[in-house]
């Protein structure tokens, strides 16, 4: 069992819809996670970083933690063409990232 | 600015060679990392470090190594370049403050091993 898992993509979403990014990890342990973004040919860009239960949103971007069932979420509101790109998911339980092997979303207009 | 460089950007080299790459970080963070990442296996952990003259293997360490005489720098050197290790490497580094284990990236190097 990988230790990081997303759901498999393409994900392909209208111009101004909800995106939906889901990740599952192993490491009961794991105290930090993290979503990042990486556009083609670029390296990964951290988005948003979450420690807690519950929801943290940063303007379009909400990361949701849920430790009991280790599931972490990431929504994109208003999704734009910009938002095209492969996102990725990282936990750790100390300095060290365990990262998803990433799910691509394309926004089309 | 404080950032993160790697150089060179694009490398092609024989097979059998010596192959350095450089990494180098004006935040002052403690703790500095080097990946691969490769179509299908995504990030991979080659090598870090959490302080000068500190090292540590990743899950990918076989064929690679490194050195940490200062904190700015990680140089990630392949002994003896294999077509195997064809890939993009990154290297990203984090400070030491717990919970955040935030690591910043650099913008990458294209190695080809002909």
């Known amino acids: 069992q990988k230790e990081v898992e997303q759901n498999s993509g393409p994900l392909s979403v209208p111009e101004g819809a909800i995106a939906s990014l889901n990740c599952t990890y192993s490491?009961?342990?794991?105290?930090?996670f993290f979503w990042y973004r990486q556009y083609s040919g670029k390296s990964p860009e951290l988005i948003m970083s979450i420690y807690s239960n519950g929801d943290k949103e940063d303007g379009r971007f909400t990361a949701q933690l849920n430790k009991a069932s280790q599931y972490v979420s990431l929504l994109i509101r208003d999704s734009q063409p910009s938002d095209s790109a492969t996102y990725l998911c990282a936990v750790s339980n100390d300095y060290k990232l365990s990262f998803g092997a990433g799910t691509t979303v394309t926004v089309r207009a | 600015d404080a950032e993160i460089t790697q150089s060179p950007r694009h490398k092609i080299t024989e097979t059998g060679r010596q192959v350095t790459l450089a990494c180098h970080q004006t935040?002052?963070?403690?703790?500095m990392f080097w990946y691969r990442q490769d179509l299908g296996h995504g990030l991979r952990l080659i090598h870090y470090?959490?302080?000068?003259?500190?090292?540590n293997k990743g899950e990918v360490s076989d064929g690679y190594s490194v050195s940490r005489s200062n904190t700015e720098d990680l140089p990630l050197t392949l002994e003896s370049a294999a077509s195997s290790q064809t890939s993009v490497y990154f290297c990203?580094?984090?400070?030491?403050?717990?919970?955040?284990?935030?690591?910043?990236f650099g913008p990458g190097t294209r190695l080809t091993v002909t």
């Open positions: 990203a580094s984090s400070e030491s403050r717990l919970p955040a284990y935030e690591q910043y």
């Open positions: 935040w002052n963070h403690n703790n």
């Open positions: 470090s959490y302080g000068v003259q500190d090292t």
């Open positions: 490491d009961r342990g794991s105290q930090s």
